[in-house]
């Protein structure tokens, strides 16, 4: 890798134009346990973009590879994490054929041991399914930023998280961030629970593009000298590759692949184990994160659940009910899988109303909101307001819901 | 990174479009400065209006053209020149108070 001192392998710093003597700046870093990084070092605060607190996150991510190909909101991410890689932080990164090609080769690289990183948008993440999906059940502790935009007829590129709907079943370990802020913190604390022996799993971090990747907001970050421990690839509920000899018995003639009983109970068991997997990631999360949700007004009647942009309009409707007098709930749900099912249960247990604003056309927080709550909770779940295709979510527009939702539940 | 002096509310932009919003308050006046998404990095700026709040409790507020200060919507390019112009408004929104408390109030 051209960015490791010492390395063996053909390219170099020097061939890259470093002088002879330059330190990538990711050996200058020290490494610091993950819960002094997220709890304890001091912050200084920043005022950036949300591409740029991604920035900020991979710098300090021990990153050995990313991998990615181009898709606009995206784009300044992996611009940014170029950035990175000039400057020593990452110590390997091209650009893929495509995305199929992409998230096939950086499950390769976390196949074989070292923690990888990728990133993509709307259109990218549906073309490269099908590599994302056997990410999971190869046990491959990636991380993937996904900048949400719109996927369905008419295209755009503006901000739709309806591809994140497509993720949901997959045995992947789904955040979403709500601002710049969550962008920065969540990509380290889903690196951290996805390499734990007992998850082994992909990570991806999806944020709602443009809203936060191409705006500014505030942003506290740890001291940059400091960095996440190193992946240990022998630590994984499945043993790194040893790429240089691969086990080829394993695709030439699996069991998996013949149709028959066996197959069907390997098949069975396998995911069964994703599924726990992503079960058991919860408690990373919540010493990580802080909880796996938010609150805001525990007592009140009135509930607003959302998450990614949605939330920080919910939180100023929020605002100004209460300056109009009227206490209302909120519920941020930081991470969609593990969906914090009992948590949230708890948080709503006295409401009366609850609504479910979203930046889709699908509704799928709603869905997964009416699925677990169904019979365990009293309060009527409204979904709206509903806005897609880059379609704005003003305040006032929760603020007329909700009022029309106390006229329709008395 | 803005000045924290009679700084009100930060908030997400409340229309929708994303963004932060920052709302500065100096007696009856103040400023709200916006910063939403551009294509690029470097477009990135700030839109700023003089605006009038309507009651002292909260921070609802119209937007005011008929100040000194500016009759339409101000840019800022960088951090550094809309800190000096907040400074400076300040003072103005300091000075406009004292005239109006001066003028005879309507009964």
Known sequence: ?410 | MLIQDNLLLTRSNPSGQGGTQFLYRVKDYGLAALTGPQEEISMIHWEVEVIKFTTPETAGFEVCHSTELADKTLKFYTDKSLNEFLQKAFQYFEELDLLEKMLPQES
């Open chain 1, 1 to 410: 890798m051209a960015n490791v001192k010492g390395s063996s392998v053909c390219r170099t710093a020097v061939d890259e134009g470093k002088p002879a003597d330059w330190v990538p700046g990711g050996e200058k870093q020290t490494v610091v346990d993950p819960m002094e990084m997220f709890h304890k070092l001091p912050r200084e605060k920043l005022f950036i973009t949300g591409s740029e607190a991604a920035r900020e996150s991979m710098r300090r991510a021990n990153i050995d590879i990313a991998i990615a190909y181009p898709i606009t909101p995206q784009s300044e991410s992996m611009q940014q994490a170029g950035y990175l890689y000039d400057e020593g932080y990452i110590k390997e990164y091209y650009r893929g054929e495509e995305e199929i090609g992409t998230f096939s080769a950086i499950s390769g690289a976390s196949r074989a041991g070292v923690r990888a990183l990728t990133a993509t948008s709307g259109p990218g993440l549906m073309r490269g399914m099908e590599a994302i999906s056997s990410w999971p059940g190869a046990r491959t502790p990636i991380i993937m930023l996904n900048m949400c935009r719109v996927i369905n007829t008419p295209l755009a590129i503006q901000p739709d998280n309806i591809e994140m709907s497509f993720l949901l079943n997959t045995g992947i370990l789904l955040l979403h961030a709500e601002n710049q802020q969550d962008f920065y913190d969540y990509p380290l604390a889903a690196i951290m629970a996805s390499e734990q022996v007992d998850v082994t799993l992909p990570a991806v971090v999806s944020v709602d593009g443009f809203f936060c990747t191409h705006a500014r907001g505030p942003v506290e970050v740890t001291p940059e000298e400091f960095k996440l421990p190193p992946r240990d690839g022998w630590r994984s509920a499945v043993p790194a590759m040893d790429n240089e000899n691969p086990p080829a018995r394993i695709s030439r003639d699996a069991p998996i692949q013949k149709s028959n009983f066996i197959s069907y109970h390997m098949h069975a068991s396998w995911q069964q184990e994703v599924f726990a997997a992503v079960e058991r990631s919860a408690k990373y999360f919540d010493k990580y994160l802080g909880g796996l949700i938010e609150v805001v007004n525990p007592d009140a009647e009135d509930f607003i659940i959302a998450s990614g942009c949605a939330v920080s309009q919910a939180r100023e409707a929020v605002r100004q009910e209460g300056e109009q007098g009227r206490t209302v709930g909120l519920v941020k749900v930081k991470s969609i899988r593990p969906f914090p099912t009992e948590q949230i249960f708890e948080a709503v247990k006295g409401a009366k109303r609850i609504l479910v604003p979203e930046f889709n056309q699908a509704g799928w927080l709603h869905k997964e909101l009416c699925a677990v709550l169904y019979g365990r909770c009293k309060a009527v779940i409204k979904d709206g307001p509903r806005v897609f295709g880059g379609m704005t979510m003003p305040t006032e527009m929760i603020m007329e819901w909700l009022a029309e939702f106390r006229k329709e539940v008395k």
